[in-house]
């Protein structure tokens, strides 16, 4: 029986597996970190990464200028976004795949057990390393299939065009504009989309992401004395403007995930019979949830109700505060100015404009009760709305019957509590199904310390996202 171009494929990845770990580690190496000022410079250099991978394969490419944003009261460039064209036949379908190469920040005192810049693989097969899934595994993967397949002598089965940007762990500026102003010339001609920057629910099953919560980010401010003052001299004589802010952080959300803003809950859809039986079917397990947050603190005692509140009601984290002393030992200042920051997951009904209103009108109710003298300010620094696709897409039946191939298993359709607002602005702005395809497991942790992405998922997220692509140029497309 003859082989057929996947079985090749597949074969390749085996055997060249080193290669794509190499190139990772290569990614990981580059701290591309877009939330800080002092990392910029490292940002760019990881989109040249990009660039010289794309000329390397023969991928046309450009690296698009976007403008300058300010952050940190400096005026920076925004690094550029990639695009990419392999393949322009029209007897292909055209899937556009999006990723980014910035990561969140990371220092090795933060709690790693390796220096987070340095990937490293320990005796499960772990890759560890900023970033490793979130996004740069993933967006390698687009690199080696295409590397795959020319070392092969063989086609693509389908036109791919690249989005990878540089700014999506710092609000993404500049690539709505972009999509908007492409959207009937460069991404003209795209059929879906493909994102591959989420995870499995669990450790051990594939699934199909076709929703996500949205987000509204607040920092809230509060300031009183003209300078820094000291505890001894000035306590008991002047409103504290950090005594002001934990009061309102403390009003904000209960310790059983309530959100105290009145009317957060009054869009937030009902809860369907037909809905609620979905959650008993997913193959998901409390001890997944336990495992991936190393503890056992979770605040629901079971699966439905613990899916239910990460993915169709909305949650309130509080994240942190700047202007306070945060060092080891003791220091006794009052702090004249402090902020707080706390994020909303909106679900869909929800307006972003309106949970700014509510939590705006809220937070100045209460922080009017105080009596203090102090004043306070609160700011919704970047929103995005929740997004919902349709899993009956063609798009999302070659990426299950992909999955059928490379696992063995159907996949869970899923929706996740995370935001990734690119999905939204595609899906309204080229009027096409846009698909969460993830490589990367339940327990990465992305975001965390020791983020790390499973030898073993580099190599079947490789083989999955090209099987995608053959299901896709196979599939009856309506």
């Known amino acids: 029986m003859a082989t057929t171009n996947q079985e090749k494929f597949f074969e390749y990845v085996e055997k060249n597996q080193e290669q794509y770990v190499q190139r990772l580690r290569e990614a990981v190496a580059i701290p591309s970190v877009s939330s800080d000022a002092a990392y910029r410079e490292h940002v760019f250099k990881m989109g040249e990464y990009l ?115 540089g700014m999506e762990e710092n609000g993404s500026e500049g690539l709505d504009d972009l999509i908007q102003q492409e959207a009937d010339k460069y991404f003209k001609g795209v059929d879906a989309v493909c994102i591959s920057d989420n995870y ?38 002047v409103y504290e403007p950090m005594t002001d802010l934990i009061y309102l952080m403390g009003k904000l959300v209960k310790p059983d995930g309530t959100i105290l803003v009145p009317g957060i809950y009054d869009n937030v859809a009902e809860l369907a019979e037909e809905e609620k039986a979905i959650y008993g079917t997913i193959d998901f397990k409390m001890h997944e949830l336990h495992s991936a947050i190393e503890s056992d603190t979770s605040i629901h005692a079971n699966e439905p109700d613990t899916l239910m509140h990460r993915w169709r009601y909305p949650s309130l984290s509080i994240h942190g505060i700047e202007g306070a002393f945060s060092a080891p030992g003791a220091k006794t200042v009052i702090p004249a100015k402090v902020h707080g920051k706390f994020s909303i997951r909106s679900v869909p009904n929800m307006d972003p404009e309106r949970i700014t209103e509510l939590v705006t009108k809220y937070l100045n109710d209460e922080f009017a009760k105080l009596g203090t003298k102090n004043k306070m300010t609160v700011e919704c620094i970047h929103a995005a709305k929740s997004w919902v696709s349709s899993p009956d897409h063609w798009n999302y039946v070659a990426a299950a019957k992909a999955t059928e191939t490379v696992f063995n298993v159907k996949p869970d359709l899923t929706r996740e509590g995370g935001s990734i607002p690119v999905t939204l ?53 309506k």
């Not at 199904?433 to 993830?438: C, D, G, R």
């Open 200 to 237: 499995w629910l669990g450790i051990s099953k594939p699934c199909l992401t076709y929703g996500l919560r949205g987000i509204s980010y607040f920092k809230l401010t509060v300031s009183g004395p003209g300078k820094d003052l000291h505890s001894g001299v000035f306590g008991g004589t």
């Open 425 to 477: 602005t595609f899906q309204d702005a080229l009027k096409t199904n846009v698909l969460l395809l993830p490589v990367g497991r339940g327990d990465d942790g992305a975001h965390s310390i020791n983020e790390k992405l499973d030898r073993s998922n580099l190599v079947s997220g490789t083989k999955l996202l090209g099987a995608y692509l053959y299901e896709v140029a196979a599939i009856e497309r």
């Open 51 to 165: 660039g010289k991978l794309c000329d390397s394969l023969g991928i046309s490419y450009e690296a698009r200028d976007v403008g300058t944003h300010e952050m940190d009261g400096k005026t920076l460039q925004l690094p550029p976004i990639i695009l990419g064209t392999y393949g322009n036949d029209p007897n292909k379908p055209t899937i556009l795949v999006y990723g980014h190469y910035d990561v969140q920040p990371a220092l090795l005192e933060d709690g790693w057990s390796s220096d987070p810049w340095v990937l490293t693989e320990d005796s499960n097969g772990r890759l560890m390393g900023r970033g490793a899934t979130d996004d740069k595994g993933p967006v390698l993967t687009w690199f080696n299939i295409i590397e795959a397949h020319q070392k092969l002598g063989l086609e693509l089965p389908v036109n791919l065009k690249m989005c990878f940007e």
